[in-house]
C-alpha cells in the first residue's frame, strides 16, 4: 500500500514539474460549415494538453514560475482533415513584487496549415517535422520561452530561439513556413531569423533594461524605472534606423504599445514629450496613439 501511495506522489510531482507552461487555447470555428463539429473541441483539448503537459524547459519549474500564454486559433477553411488557420498568439509575465503581468509576446501569424483527424495523438519530435501541428505548436512555444528568458538574462533565450530555428528548418519546404510565403517579412521564416540575427542584438538587450531595471523596480523607484524603459527604447532606435519595417520590431510594439502609453503617460512633461517623439520614430503608424500620452 506505501508503494503505491508512493508511486501515486511521484507522478503528481513529475506532473506538476512538467507544466512548464500556463497555455490558454481557444479554437474558433464560428466561420466553418461542418456537420460535426465536435473535431473542433477535440482539437482545442488536444493543443491544450500537448502545450500544457510537455516538459519544455530543461530545469524545474515552479507552479507560480509557469509562462502565461494564449493561443487563439480561428480556422478559416477545413476539409475532412485539413486545416487552414489564422492565430493570436501572447504571452505575460509577472512584475516583481506586484500582481500586475506586463505582456511579452503579442504576435498574429495567418499562415497555419495543418492535418489533423479526431482523436489523433499528437506527435512530435524536436529536430523533425513529423507532424505539421506539433511542428507549429513547439516552434511558438519554443520562441514564447525564449523570449520570457531574455527578459531576465541577456541572451537567456538563445537555447530555445535556436530550438524554434531547428523546427522552422524542418518545416522550410511546407506551405506557410517560407520565406516568400504570407505577408512577406514578417512571416516565420524571419521572425526567428530576426531573433538570431547579430545585428538585432540591441532589441534583446533591450528587452532585458526593460524587464529587469525597469518594470521590475517600479515599485520602488518610479523615475528610475522610467528612464531604464526609456533607454531601452533607446536600444532599440539604433537597429531599426538600420534596418527598419523588420517583424521583430512589430512585435514588440504590438505588444508593447498600450503598456508604453500608460508608463509615460505619468512621467514629467520633459520625459513625456521626449517618449511621444521618440516611439513615433519607432512605431510611426500609431503616433496618434502615443499622443494620448499627454491626455
Not at 59 to 85: G, H, L, M, S
Not at 87 to 99: D, F, N
Not at 195 to 209: E, G, N
Amino acid at each position: 500500500m506505501k508503494y503505491i501511495v508512493f508511486l501515486l506522489i511521484f507522478a503528481l510531482s513529475v506532473s506538476t514539474y512538467a507544466q512548464d507552461l500556463q497555455c490558454n487555447v481557444q479554437v474558433n470555428s464560428d466561420n466553418i460549415q461542418a456537420s460535426n463539429k465536435a473535431i473542433f473541441e477535440d482539437l482545442q483539448n488536444a493543443i491544450t494538453q500537448f502545450m500544457n503537459q510537455r516538459k519544455w524547459i530543461s530545469d524545474k519549474v515552479q507552479p507560480q514560475e509557469k509562462i502565461n500564454c494564449n493561443f487563439v486559433i480561428n480556422i478559416t477553411a477545413f476539409n475532412i482533415d485539413q486545416f487552414a488557420a489564422e492565430v493570436s498568439i501572447t504571452s505575460s509575465r509577472p512584475v516583481y513584487g506586484t500582481s500586475y503581468n506586463t505582456p511579452v509576446f503579442n504576435h498574429f501569424d495567418q499562415e497555419w496549415y495543418f492535418q489533423y483527424a479526431q482523436f489523433q495523438s499528437l506527435d512530435f519530435q524536436e529536430n523533425a517535422n513529423v507532424m505539421q501541428l506539433t511542428t507549429l505548436l513547439a516552434f511558438y512555444a519554443n520562441i514564447i520561452i525564449g523570449v520570457d528568458f531574455d527578459t531576465y538574462a541577456l541572451d537567456g533565450g538563445s537555447t530555445f530561439y535556436n530550438k524554434a530555428l531547428q523546427l522552422r528548418n524542418a518545416a522550410q519546404n511546407t506551405n506557410g513556413w517560407g520565406p516568400s510565403d504570407g505577408k512577406g517579412n514578417r512571416n516565420k521564416y524571419y521572425v526567428i531569423d530576426q531573433l538570431l540575427d547579430d545585428r538585432y542584438k540591441p532589441l534583446r538587450t533591450s528587452l532585458y533594461q526593460y524587464h529587469m531595471k525597469g518594470m521590475d523596480v517600479f515599485k520602488d523607484d518610479n523615475d528610475i524605472a522610467r528612464k531604464q524603459i526609456y533607454e531601452s527604447l533607446e536600444k532599440i532606435r539604433t537597429v531599426q534606423e538600420r534596418l527598419p519595417n523588420s517583424v521583430i520590431f512589430k512585435i514588440f510594439f504590438n505588444t508593447k504599445r498600450q503598456e508604453l502609453i500608460n508608463i509615460f503617460s505619468k512621467a514629467d512633461a520633459g520625459l513625456q514629450n521626449r517618449a511621444i517623439e521618440l516611439l513615433g520614430k519607432l512605431d510611426p503608424s500609431n503616433l496618434n496613439n502615443y499622443e494620448k500620452i499627454k491626455q
